[in-house]
């Protein structure tokens, strides 16, 4: 039953997404082209030099050329000791036109 649900779930946002697909490719060929990063990271005003090792941190770098959008960052996962970093580059070729 709960994968049945799930498969209809997606079915419908499938749909909905092909139907906003049109105005998302005008958008973002109507946009120039850009590149921006977000940096974040968590801290404590007190307690920074000693809990700084052990709280995530990154920057991400985002790309828009044309209608294609890309990330990279390097914080791929955490654990109870510390987070992993890695190559976290994620390309998205949303569609191409026509």
Do not use: C
């Amino acid at each position: 039953m709960t994968t049945l649900l799930y498969k209809a779930a997606v079915v419908k946002k499938k749909a909905e997404v092909a139907l906003k697909k049109p105005l998302l490719l005008a958008t973002l060929h109507d946009m120039p082209d850009f590149t921006m990063q977000i940096s974040w990271n968590f801290g404590s005003m007190f307690l920074a030099p000693l809990v700084r090792k052990f709280l995530p941190y990154d920057t991400y770098t985002i790309w828009k050329r044309g209608t294609q959008l890309r990330m990279d960052g390097t914080l791929v996962g955490m654990d109870e000791e510390a987070h992993e970093a890695g190559s976290g580059a994620a390309p998205w070729k949303l569609w191409q036109r026509g």
